[in-house]
């Protein structure tokens, strides 16, 4: 059974550009949630989709969004980038309950 | 607010002595407890779930609702034990999300 993919594995922007990352989850997970993962900070939340809705968003401003599409796949788009963005991006799908699986992560670098 | 407190950034312990990675949560509801580990180079994975009450390679956690904790214990150190661990919450409000720690690093020393 393929686990959750993301891509791409490694992003290097510049300030003020925009970054999209993707995220395949395992067959079957109608829910994808995405958390970014700084030095220090742990895993904080940023979005959970469900069956193609935004479910909840964590505290960040409006510049992160994202998307769900039919086949349950999802990006993440984050806008006029800041140095403070760069981070490990992690999704993770999940059946209707239960563990989160995760992926590899994005590393972006915004420099 | 929901909340989960991972209180030690770092933990050193020796090989073969007892390991206990501390996890308060912060919650009005039931929720359910899991421990994440990260394994140097690999992927966040599951460790273990409250509800399964199962030792995974050692580890156990008791989920303790009066003093709202879910500390991670291992009686025996072992060096492939060296990773990063979170605790994280499953609310039983089906809207709400998974939150996680800070995480805590441990390092097993020889």
């Known amino acids: 059974e393929a686990g959750v993919t993301q891509s791409p594995t490694h992003l290097i922007k510049t300030r003020g550009q925009q970054a999209t990352l993707r995220c395949s989850p395992i067959?079957?997970?109608?829910?994808v949630y995405w958390y970014q993962q700084a030095l220090g900070l742990g895993l904080q939340f940023l979005l959970w989709?469900?069956?193609?809705?935004?479910?909840n968003r964590g505290n960040f401003p409006p510049r992160f969004s994202g998307r769900q599409f039919p086949n349950y796949s999802s990006e993440l788009n984050v806008n006029a980038l800041e140095l403070e963005d760069s981070a490990l991006y992690l999704c993770?799908?999940?059946?209707?309950?239960?563990?989160?699986?995760f992926g590899e992560g994005s590393r972006l670098t915004v420099l | 607010a929901q909340r989960v407190t991972q209180p030690e950034k770092l933990l050193s312990v020796f090989k073969g002595a007892p390991v206990e990675l501390k996890c308060n949560y912060s919650?009005?509801?039931?929720?359910?407890l899991f421990w994440y580990v990260q394994y140097s180079r690999q992927r966040l994975q599951l460790l273990l779930r409250?509800?399964s009450r199962e030792s995974i390679k050692g580890f156990t956690a008791d989920l303790n609702k009066g003093e709202t904790s879910f500390h991670l214990k291992k009686p025996f150190a072992q060096e492939e034990d060296s990773a990063m661990y979170y605790c994280?919450?499953?609310?039983?409000?089906?809207?709400?999300?998974?939150?996680f720690g800070k995480g805590t690093r441990l390092h097993i020393l020889p």
């Open positions: 919650y009005s509801g039931s929720p359910e």
């Open positions: 409250h509800i």
């Open positions: 994280a919450l499953s609310p039983s409000n089906r809207d709400d999300k998974i939150i």
């Open positions: 067959s079957g997970h109608t829910s």
């Open positions: 989709y469900d069956e193609g809705e935004e479910r």
């Open positions: 993770a799908s999940r059946p209707d309950r239960g563990q989160l699986f």
